[in-house]
């Protein structure tokens, strides 16, 4: 198995619940058409600016994914979602692949969906795991969905290194696909 594999495999596991590209349909179902649900304590929604924030013990679901945070920011000028902000001490997200048979998990301090550069930024303390095979963390974590590309790195905040661990397949294994 290549670095450049387990490295896409982690984030894209990831991703695809985020993403609304044509790969997300690969899936036997399209769980980006799925409702998201949303519990929290607070809900403060301005239309108008086109920004609604949940406070306080936030849940968001769609389909296998689960997002759980402190706050979450969506920005959807003219309602259209721009911007989804997660924060918490850390904020989690968990999703179950079907391809994979086996979920993707991860935290950070703060997690940022762009949806028009198709891009995600964990930051501080970012941590990906793909159960129990393959690890990623580090201070900042950004994957760009278009170009497959990810970056880890410090922050203006936060120092450390990246720390990864590649687990190779065995017959016992779960399958990795053909990719």
Known sequence: MSLKYAIHAIVIS???GLSLNSWAQTQPIDETAL???????????????????????????????????????IHHPERQIQKITTTGMPA???????????WVSGQARTIIYLTETRTVELIGQAYLEQEGRHKIEGPKLVYDMNAQTLNAGQTDDESGRIKMTITPKTEASPSQGDN
């Open 35 to 73: 409702p998201i649900d949303i519990e929290a304590n607070q809900l403060d929604a301005q239309d108008q600016q086109g920004l609604t924030v949940y406070r306080g013990d936030v849940i968001a679901t769609q389909g296998t994914l689960t997002l759980q945070g402190d706050q979450l920011e």
């Open 14 to 16: 990831f991703l695809v």
């Open 92 to 102: 989690t997200f968990k999703r179950f692949l079907t391809e994979e048979n086996a």
